[in-house]
């Protein structure tokens, strides 16, 4: 999916555009300190998987090499780190946060949890460029998208409030008719995926292939679980057989709330620092993340765990932030009521 930006987000781009311009200077801030990466979700997990892979490497293109220690913060679907980084976290380049994709967005929504604002957030980049989807148990007989319209017959797990293993399905059942079941409660995904094998739920909707790959790799090949759907403006080349939810979008105004639900998937696993965060470090740690993502070593350690790394600069993260806050209210209102995200904050 590409997303259009408008007047605004070109204003963004060029304030970054601006700042690239002068190169990061060392001034010996990170020299023999600690960096504290705040993860949103819990340890076993895809997104603990994909920080303690990219940590060591990103310390590395540091001046200075600090080491770089994951601090797990799971809780409300990634609202409390978020809050934390926002609110609480030193503002001076030594804590950074990598957080759901859908987090950024819990405030365009009304939700009261969320005690940020996603716009003043330093962003640094993201890891990935993903597309989620649904996948279930094989044993449950949910194998195709009809399956998803019989009551009860998907039952998935969900972390909280704002987190798209709870948002997404909300949104197939408001905007489609499915008739999947949510069960709240859960800390991270790697939790739903252990229900999943024991028999208490039999599905999730927001999982990542790479998540799944990384953490499930048998399940794929040996055929443990399906993909009745692709929540996603496009198919995946992965699972070319399985329809884009937004082939079955049958009005403008429904495809148009599908592009703002979907704008995290466009930065998959974001990351960013509090807000406050001196310029010249940020240039830092920008440059640091775009020297890591394209270190040999690290690409070949991701691709021995199966991760996915598509990484999307700090300019476009930002960017997309900027134009869904500015999408228009109806808009908005439509996406929050399809994914019930004032009732999951209550």
């Given amino acids: 999916m590409k997303t259009k930006m408008g007047a605004t987000l070109l204003a963004v781009l060029a304030g970054f555009a601006s700042g690239a311009a002068q190169a990061a200077v060392d001034d010996g801030f990170y020299k023999g300190k600690q960096i504290n990466l705040v993860l949103s979700a819990g340890a076993g997990g895809g997104y603990d998987t994909y920080a303690r892979a990219f940590a060591n490497y990103l310390g590395k293109h540091i001046p200075g090499a600090p080491h770089v220690i994951v601090q797990g913060m799971p809780g409300g679907g990634g609202i409390r780190a978020m ?4 609110e609480v976290a030193p503002k001076d380049g030594s804590t950074i946060g990598l957080v759901h994709s859908s987090v950024p967005f819990a405030q365009i929504y009304g939700l009261e949890a969320a005690k940020f604002d996603a716009r ?11 597309a989620a989807m649904c996948v279930s148990w094989s044993a449950s007989g949910v194998k195709d998208w009809k399956d998803l319209f019989v009551d009860n017959k998907l039952i998935v797990g969900g972390t909280g409030a704002g987190s798209q293993m709870e948002t997404l399905p909300a949104m197939l059942n408001k905007l489609f008719g499915t008739k999947i079941k949510i069960i709240s409660g859960y800390k991270g995904g790697n939790d739903i995926f252990l229900a999943m094998e024991r028999g208490e739920v039999n599905g999730r909707c927001g999982a990542l292939v790479a998540s799944i790959s990384s953490t499930r790799p ?20 992965r699972f070319p057989d399985v329809p884009a939810v937004i ?11 599908l592009e703002l639900v979907l704008s995290p998937q466009e930065i998959d696993k974001p990351m960013l620092a509090p807000p406050g965060v001196p310029a010249a470090r940020m240039a830092v740690l920008r440059q640091a993340f775009t020297a890591a993502t394209k270190d040999s070593q690290f690409l070949a350690d991701a691709q021995k765990q199966k991760l996915d790394i598509d990484p999307v600069s700090a300019e476009r993260v930002a960017g997309i932030v900027k134009n869904a806050y500015s999408m228009p209210p109806e808009v908005i209102a439509a996406a929050n009521d399809a994914m019930d995200m004032k009732s999951a904050g209550e």
Avoid at 247 to 257: G, I
């Fill in 218 to 237: 048998d399940w794929f090949p040996q055929k443990k679980v399906e993909v009745p759907i692709m929540i996603a403006m496009e198919r995946s080349p």
């Fill in 83 to 86: 809050n934390y980084l926002y």
């Fill in 120 to 130: 003043n957030f330093n962003w640094i980049g993201a890891l990935n460029n993903a």
């Fill in 247 to 257: 082939e079955f979008a049958k009005d403008d105004h429904t495809k148009k709330v």
